[in-house]
């Protein structure tokens, strides 16, 4: 029958323990709105999740043509049928009773209903006017990740093609634009090397900067149900805060903020040490290992762990462990990504992999993973400004096949500098010389760095801003014209998870009011433009998602993300597979590199690479003579201490996250009643003894200050590390009385608010783990606990079990958390059912 289990208070649910090497048991996890029983379900229409990048497939169950519930897909290879609880309940805020019905348009300084033949008139009139008077340089394009693939690509075809734009980035740049940059340094193209199916087969499991537990919650179960299953790895953690990884860890390291770089050497050093480098693969499939030995050198564990304070007998114990494995994942996120010296540290741990030979079989392999559920697509499509496909803007040929797939002239492709990221098209604008900026899917006013500065940009006159959104967000209040669009389950398409898995996601209701699909409002505007192939035809010659989705499949032909044995038929009814997916592996590719790197040589790679410290590109010419064979390219870092550094006004680093129940800037997951109850406002992490000689306390109302601005929130004593405060970043101001930044009534909310406009010289990530702040008391909490959830990294400290049991995410009284657990029959599961 099954069991109901309350996914707030115990969000990753029962365990099914199997052993290694066995397939993951199937369990079909389900939640229904109240009143609604399976029964009552007229439709389940087939989609996969859209709140973080793990791609869990799942069935939306529809009556009376609404949502009313979901239910996990058994048969997909990604989650086995398992929800998280994102998952179970965020389907929730599409019914949201604020949705954007109908197009808005600036007039007097205020946002006004008009309909869709006038906002988009006046979309089209200021394009032209500016392709005329200031050039396609005028008029730049910022994204998301979580669009889906068909609608990327028409926006990667009508800006670079139509337009004519270099100015072309998602905000994906804030999440894994380095796992994309460490790719194409270590193996000459993106594309992810491994595949979550290594977790049944790892004897040890390594998690940088990733707290799997709460951004891909399902993941975590797998690795738990290995945890308590026969011969289970054992996990090495890197991270400052005590996360459920941390807690389940073999070796837990918490280094000091800004200092990856000196870790992760330190490893290799002991690694190369004790002989542990597979030498026949490094000359086999590598160049560049004599040169990382020599740099790795003198990078003794003493030497990072007075750079790291991080004991040296740890860093050995750690580097035992990834050296001895017999099959070794890694996985790779944000306190990586957006740390000090980022690209330079997340190329350390495929350093790691490289010379150790763990890639290509079943348990041994990296996930540079990524954070948002279709930043996959926005990267393969050429919506973060590369060229679609992974073609290398720098190799004329790439760029002559593009042109080719779009008939256009080479020249049409602006491909004469690197594409602009999403930090310098904002300066651009600051600067005036960007005038136009379409923003479809994101929320730059909460989610990008220095708020102020990011207000006071948006709010130029001079400045012409687009926003496409479900909701009037933060930015949307500023823009000039606001168009309404459909989400997730609202329309069909198609999207790839981190470990490169394509689902299909089909319409399953009506978008409410006016609201139109992403694409629809593409193909408009491509339309309106009259955007013309060099033989006078239609650019864009699709009209709907699949024949967009097969105007995709003959740009990735040939190429390393190539999804031509793809279809809509294929994908409909069973797994998502993995691409490449073509003639050749018409199942889809499980592992990528299993038989020698494959895209590296300077013919075919995506980049030729880049100076780990300065960001500047390395020479075709240069490339061609360091790997003319097309082997993995092993790069050393020296490590360099970060820019801002503790004081005696700021004594405190500052790092901003993630927490399990929200998503980016709480636009679906603020609206989710259970999601929402679980943590309703910012908060505020110190450990106890910097809370002790501060002389706070449990939360206490504390303002977190950086020179760039503040904030305030709850505090939360946990077993963080000394000297570092962390702040979900989630939390806006869309649901305060001002509705759009701080002012006189509304503190300052937003964790950006405070952090640095700053970059990785190489993924141009901003680095937003890297400001230094001051905490001051408002006022004493009087009994008040921090609202902070305690069934996650955020729990209390033992020592300051002092927070209430109100603290604890409750559901009793409130909208029901219940999800049903079904656990499915399953021969290769002998250690029995759930628990």
């Known amino acids: 029958m099954g069991n109901r289990v309350d996914r707030i208070a115990e969000p990753w649910g029962g365990r099914t323990p199997y052993g290694r090497h066995q397939q993951w048991p199937a369990r079909q996890d389900t939640y229904l709105a109240g009143g609604v029983s399976p029964d009552d379900v007229e439709q389940w229409v087939q989609t996969a999740s859209i709140l973080h990048s793990d791609g869990d497939a799942m069935d939306i169950a529809v009556r009376d043509g609404a949502m009313v519930g979901v239910r996990g897909r058994v048969v997909d290879r990604v989650n086995r049928g398992r929800l998280g609880p994102k998952d179970a309940f965020g389907w929730q805020a599409n019914a949201s009773p604020d949705r954007l019905t109908r197009p808005l348009v600036r007039e007097g300084g205020r946002l006004v209903e008009t309909?869709?033949?006038?906002?988009?008139?006046?979309?089209?009139?200021?394009?032209?006017?500016?392709?005329?008077?200031?050039?396609?340089?005028?008029?730049?394009?910022?994204?998301?990740?979580?669009?889906?693939?068909?609608?990327?690509?028409?926006?990667?075809?009508l800006a670079r093609a139509g337009i004519g734009t270099n100015h072309l980035d998602g905000n994906?740049?804030?999440?894994?634009?380095?796992?994309?940059?460490?790719?194409?340094?270590?193996?000459?193209?993106?594309?992810?090397?491994?595949?979550?199916?290594?977790?049944?087969?790892?004897?040890?499991?390594?998690?940088?900067?990733?707290?799997?537990?709460?951004?891909?919650?399902?993941?975590?179960?797998?690795?738990?149900?290995?945890?308590?299953?026969?011969?289970?790895?054992?996990?090495?953690?890197?991270?400052?805060?005590?996360?459920?990884?941390?807690?389940?860890?073999?070796?837990?390291?918490?280094?000091?903020?800004?200092?990856?770089?000196?870790?992760?050497?330190?490893?290799?050093?002991?690694?190369?040490?004790?002989?542990?480098?597979?030498?026949?693969?490094?000359?086999?499939?590598?160049?560049?290992?004599?040169?990382?030995?020599?740099?790795?050198?003198?990078?003794?564990?003493?030497?990072?762990?007075?750079?790291?304070?991080?004991?040296?007998?740890?860093?050995?114990?750690?580097?035992?462990?990834?050296?001895?494995?017999?099959?070794?994942?890694?996985?790779?996120?944000?306190?990586?990504?957006?740390?000090?010296?980022?690209?330079?540290?997340?190329?350390?741990?495929?350093?790691?992999?490289?010379?150790?030979?763990?890639?290509?079989?079943?348990?041994?392999?990296?996930?540079?993973?990524?954070?948002?559920?279709?930043?996959?697509?926005?990267?393969?499509?050429?919506?973060?400004?590369?060229?679609?496909?992974?073609?290398?803007?720098?190799?004329?040929?790439?760029?002559?096949?593009?042109?080719?797939?779009?008939?256009?002239?080479?020249?049409?492709?602006?491909?004469?500098?690197?594409?602009?990221?999403?930090?310098?098209?904002?300066?651009?604008?600051?600067?005036?010389?960007?005038?136009?900026?379409?923003?479809?899917?994101?929320?730059?006013?909460?989610?990008?760095?220095?708020?102020?500065?990011?207000?006071?940009?948006?709010?130029?006159?001079?400045?012409?801003?687009?926003?496409?959104?479900?909701?009037?967000?933060?930015?949307?209040?500023?823009?000039?014209?606001?168009?309404?669009?459909?989400?997730?389950?609202?329309?069909?398409?198609?999207?790839?998870?981190?470990?490169?898995?394509?689902?299909?996601?089909?319409?399953?209701?009506?978008?409410?009011?006016?609201?139109?699909?992403?694409?629809d409002i593409f193909l408009d505007y491509a339309r309106r433009m009259d955007f013309r192939d060099k033989d006078g035809g239609p650019l864009v010659t699709w009209h709907d998602p699949e024949s967009a989705f097969e105007a995709w499949k003959r740009c990735s032909a040939g190429r390393p993300c190539d999804y031509t044995g793809l279809s809509y038929g294929k994908l409909s009814g069973g797994s998502g597979i993995q691409w490449p997916c073509n003639a050749q592996a018409p199942e889809g590719t499980d592992r990528l590199y299993g038989d020698g790197i494959a895209w590296a040589h300077p013919d075919t790679c995506e980049t030729y690479g880049k100076d780990l410290l300065t960001g500047a590109s390395v020479p075709a010419v240069e490339y061609r003579s360091l790997n003319p064979d097309g082997k993995a390219v092993i790069r050393a870092a020296e490590y360099l201490p970060p820019r801002e550094a503790p004081d005696g006004d700021r004594p405190f680093q500052l790092t901003t996250g993630r927490t399990l129940y929200h998503f980016h800037t709480r636009t679906k997951t603020g609206r989710t009643p259970q999601l929402n109850a679980a943590a309703p406002e910012v908060w505020v992490e110190m450990c106890a003894s910097d809370a002790a000689a501060h002389g706070l306390g449990e939360g206490d109302l504390v303002e977190v200050s950086s020179p760039r601005g503040s904030l305030e929130g709850r505090l939360r004593i946990t077993g963080i590390r000394p000297g570092l405060l962390f702040v979900p970043f989630h939390y806006g101001y869309w649901d305060t009385p001002s509705g759009s930044g701080p002012d006189a009534v509304t503190p300052g909310?937003?964790?950006?608010?405070?952090?640095?406009?700053?970059?990785?010289?190489?993924?141009?990530?901003?680095?937003?783990?890297?400001?230094?702040?001051?905490?001051?008391?408002?006022?004493?909490?009087?009994?008040?606990?921090?609202?902070?959830?305690?069934?996650?990294?955020?729990?209390?400290?033992?020592?300051?079990?002092?927070?209430?049991?109100?603290?604890?995410?409750?559901?009793?009284?409130?909208?029901?958390?219940?999800?049903?657990?079904?656990?499915?029959?399953?021969?290769?599961?002998?250690?029995?059912?759930?628990?």
């Open 749 to 835: 909310r937003a964790a950006n608010e405070t952090t640095v406009t700053d970059w990785d010289p190489v993924s141009k990530q901003p680095l937003f783990k890297t400001s230094t702040a001051a905490v001051t008391l408002v006022e004493k909490a009087d009994g008040r606990p921090s609202a902070a959830p305690t069934t996650t990294a955020s729990a209390p400290a033992p020592a300051s079990a002092s927070a209430p049991a109100s603290a604890v995410p409750a559901t009793e009284g409130g909208p029901t958390a219940q999800v049903l657990e079904v656990l499915e029959p399953d021969a290769d599961n002998p250690l029995g059912g759930a628990r």
């Open 172 to 519: 994906t740049r804030l999440c894994t634009a380095t796992a994309a940059e460490a790719l194409k340094e270590s193996f000459g193209c993106d594309g992810q090397p491994g595949s979550y199916d290594d977790i049944d087969h790892a004897d040890v499991i390594a998690l940088f900067g990733h707290n799997i537990a709460e951004t891909q919650p399902v993941q975590w179960m797998r690795i738990l149900d290995r945890l308590e299953g026969t011969d289970p790895p054992r996990l090495v953690c890197v991270d400052p805060r005590p996360t459920q990884v941390a807690r389940r860890a073999a070796v837990h390291l918490a280094p000091r903020g800004g200092t990856n770089v000196a870790l992760f050497n330190a490893l290799l050093h002991e690694i190369v040490r004790t002989g542990r480098v597979d030498h026949a693969y490094v000359e086999a499939h590598t160049v560049g290992f004599d040169e990382l030995a020599r740099r790795v050198a003198p990078c003794t564990p003493e030497w990072a762990a007075d750079i790291c304070d991080v004991p040296a007998a740890r860093i050995r114990e750690a580097a035992e462990l990834l050296g001895t494995a017999d099959r070794l994942l890694s996985t790779v996120l944000q306190g990586v990504y957006q740390s000090h010296q980022a690209t330079a540290a997340a190329v350390q741990i495929n350093n790691l992999h490289l010379i150790r030979g763990m890639l290509g079989r079943p348990g041994a392999g990296v996930l540079q993973m990524n954070g948002q559920p279709t930043a996959q697509n926005t990267r393969e499509c050429g919506a973060n400004g590369d060229l679609p496909g992974f073609r290398n803007w720098e190799n004329d040929a790439h760029v002559a096949d593009l042109a080719k797939v779009w008939n256009v002239d080479p020249k049409t492709i602006p491909h004469y500098a690197p594409p602009t990221h999403a930090l310098q098209m904002f300066r651009y604008a600051e600067q005036g010389s960007l005038r136009m900026l379409w923003i479809s899917g994101t929320n730059p006013a909460v989610s990008l760095p220095e708020l102020s500065r990011i207000r006071s940009i948006l709010t130029q006159e001079r400045l012409f801003t687009v926003v496409q959104d479900l909701y009037l967000t933060e930015t949307a209040q500023l823009a000039d014209v606001v168009l309404p669009a459909a989400t997730w389950g609202e329309k069909t398409g198609t999207f790839t998870n981190a470990d490169r898995t394509v689902h299909l996601s089909d319409k399953a209701v009506e978008p409410p009011g006016e609201a139109r699909p992403d694409l």
């Open 115 to 157: 309909d869709w033949e006038t906002a988009m008139d006046l979309v089209v009139s200021r394009s032209r006017a500016l392709l005329e008077n200031r050039g396609p340089g005028s008029i730049g394009f910022y994204t998301t990740g979580q669009l889906f693939l068909e609608e990327y690509y028409t926006l990667a075809v």
